[in-house]
């Protein structure tokens, strides 16, 4: 049997796995694509790293079929070039993924981005695996994202299709780093959640005690929630309003079967899906609704280079 090679770039990591043909793990490791500011371009690093990945396991490329890859920013997936990224990366608008990997290892290079993987993942062995049309979110430093419609990749015409972290749900809202204002990330990401307890830290409306000097962090506020502290149940709850109202409006747009919810977050059960599915379901047109379900999603980290082999399987 051949294996695939998969490649997960992020803005921090890039994670390399062997995969087999069911989209097995077979073996992984990551290393850093941040490590000094970007001077170093990603790319660089990403073909660096892949060479030590292969050396440190022993992989010939004779076993290899193909390298799929999925990538953080807006991609050309037909051409496997990045062009545009929400503006916080250096050195990463124009690599040439697809042409760099082919040339330097000399086997079928697939390119998509990354949440768009994270949802081909789920289709081909995740929790999307028995529907036909489904919204995958991620819910990390940003928001990403990937739509499924009768089993394929919504793409666009050139790749894009699927940029869930920058509609805009208040246009006279915070600015955001992709030169856009209101943007669904700037109110429904992680990081806008530790943002708002920061500022109402910063404000003392939290007890003297409640963080007892931990960071904030997910771990601390649902610590919190789990203490039914007042001021994080409150703080939460309209973040989550937020989260609730996007996935509205992506409902209304694309009618799917099923939304899945990606990202460390993901893993709060009781605390954040059931609630956010609560709301999801109180607020959409009850047609809607009929056959909607809402959860997490299933493969985690490894979502990303799972879904780049499927992609590469397809395509390659």
């Given at each position: 049997?051949?294996?695939?090679?998969?490649?997960?770039?992020?803005?921090?990591?890039?994670?390399?796995?062997?995969?087999?043909?069911?989209?097995?793990?077979?073996?992984?490791?990551?290393?850093?694509?941040d490590f000094d500011g970007?001077?170093?371009?990603?790319?660089?690093?990403?073909?660096?790293?892949?060479?030590?990945?292969?050396?440190?396991?022993?992989?010939?490329?004779?076993?290899?079929?193909?390298?799929?890859?999925?990538?953080?920013?807006?991609?050309?997936?037909?051409?496997?070039?990045?062009?545009?990224?929400?503006?916080?990366?250096?050195?990463?608008?124009?690599?040439?993924?697809?042409?760099?990997?082919?040339?330097?290892?000399?086997?079928?290079?697939?390119?998509?981005?990354?949440?768009?993987?994270?949802?081909?993942?789920?289709?081909?062995?995740?929790?999307?695996?028995?529907?036909?049309?489904?919204?995958?979110?991620?819910?990390?430093?940003?928001?990403?994202?990937?739509?499924?419609?009768?089993?394929?990749?919504?793409?666009?015409?050139?790749?894009?299709?699927?940029?869930?972290?920058?509609?805009?749900?208040?246009c006279h809202g915070t600015?955001?780093?992709?030169?856009?204002?209101?943007?669904?990330?700037?109110?429904?990401?992680?990081?806008?959640?530790?943002?708002?307890?920061?500022?109402?830290?910063?404000?003392?409306?939290?007890?003297?005690?409640?963080?007892?000097?931990?960071?904030?962090?997910?771990?601390?506020?649902?610590?919190?929630?789990?203490?039914?502290?007042?001021?994080?149940?409150?703080?939460?709850?309209?973040?989550?309003?937020?989260?609730?109202?996007?996935?509205?409006?992506?409902?209304?747009?694309?009618?799917?079967?099923?939304?899945?919810?990606?990202?460390?977050?993901?893993?709060?059960?009781?605390?954040?899906?059931?609630?956010?599915?609560?709301?999801?379901?109180?607020?959409?047109?009850?047609?809607?609704?009929?056959?909607?379900?809402?959860?997490?999603?299933?493969?985690?980290?490894?979502?990303?280079?799972?879904?780049?082999?499927y992609n590469c399987i397809?395509?390659?």
């Amino acid at each position: 049997m051949m294996d695939y090679i998969g490649i997960d770039i992020g803005g921090t990591a890039v994670k390399i796995g062997l995969i087999d043909e069911n989209g097995t793990v077979l073996k992984y490791n990551q290393y850093s694509v941040d490590f000094d500011g970007y001077e170093t371009p990603i790319l660089e690093t990403v073909q660096k790293s892949l060479e030590t990945f292969l050396e440190d396991f022993s992989i010939n490329l004779d076993r290899i079929k193909g390298i799929g890859v999925s990538a953080t920013g807006q991609v050309d997936s037909y051409s496997g070039i990045i062009i545009g990224t929400a503006g916080h990366i250096k050195n990463w608008i124009g690599s040439r993924i697809k042409e760099v990997l082919t040339l330097k290892f000399q086997l079928p290079v697939t390119v998509m981005n990354d949440a768009n993987c994270a949802a081909l993942a789920e289709k081909w062995i995740g929790a999307a695996k028995e529907v036909s049309d489904a919204i995958v979110v991620t819910i990390g430093t940003g928001v990403g994202g990937g739509i499924l419609i009768n089993s394929k990749i919504l793409n666009g015409v050139n790749g894009l299709a699927g940029e869930l972290g920058h509609f805009t749900i208040d246009c006279h809202g915070t600015s955001c780093t992709c030169g856009n204002t209101g943007c669904y990330e700037q109110y429904a990401s992680t990081a806008a959640l530790v943002r708002s307890f920061s500022e109402a830290l910063n404000k003392g409306l939290f007890g003297a005690t409640d963080f007892k000097g931990c960071p904030i962090n997910g771990k601390t506020i649902f610590g919190l929630l789990a203490d039914r502290n007042p001021m994080a149940e409150e703080l939460f709850e309209k973040w989550l309003d937020y989260v609730a109202t996007g996935l509205v409006n992506l409902v209304h747009i694309f009618n799917p079967q099923l939304i899945l919810i990606g990202g460390g977050i993901s893993i709060q059960d009781k605390l954040f899906i059931l609630p956010l599915r609560e709301k999801v379901l109180k607020r959409i047109m009850p047609a809607f609704g009929k056959d909607l379900d809402l959860k997490a999603a299933a493969l985690g980290n490894d979502a990303g280079m799972i879904g780049a082999v499927y992609n590469c399987i397809n395509h390659s």
